[in-house]
């Protein structure tokens, strides 16, 4: 399976890309919603995005919006990986269309309980 791991920052994209490529995805890097985008329109089509919301050019939230206009990429599953805890932005993200929200500093297991509930984590991983 492919992900999407969407941060302004290289260290978080390594560090997420590192928790999902053990948990048997391959992944794609973008450094902002505009660039994630982009890859999507050139072909990419991941099953998971791991999304922080406060980048440059496109944030999160855009990104998500911008996804569900988007009949062809309705499908994929969208996780919000993010410093923004409060009970609003999460509400937010979840209405725009975000199917899970994991909030920073995290665990390797948090990630992976993530992917569990969503059905994401191939058989054999935990």
Not at 22 to 37: M, N, P
Not at 38 to 53: S, T
Not at 62 to 84: D, G, N
């Amino acid at each position: 399976m492919l992900a999407l791991v969407i941060d302004d920052s290289r260290a978080m994209r390594r560090i997420v890309s590192s928790i999902l490529v053990g948990a048997g995805f391959e992944t794609l890097e973008a450094e902002h919603g505009q660039h994630a985008l982009d890859l999507l329109a050139e072909g990419a089509r991941p099953e998971l995005a791991c999304i922080d919301w406060n980048m440059p050019v496109l944030n999160g939230l855009e990104f998500v919006t911008a996804v569900r206009a988007q009949p062809e990429h309705r499908a994929m599953t969208l996780m919000m990986v993010t410093t923004e805890s409060e009970h609003g932005q999460i509400v937010r993200a979840l209405a725009a269309g975000a199917h899970e929200y994991l909030i920073k500093p995290f665990t390797a297991d948090a990630m992976l309980d993530k992917l569990s509930l969503l059905g994401l984590l191939p058989a054999g991983v935990s």
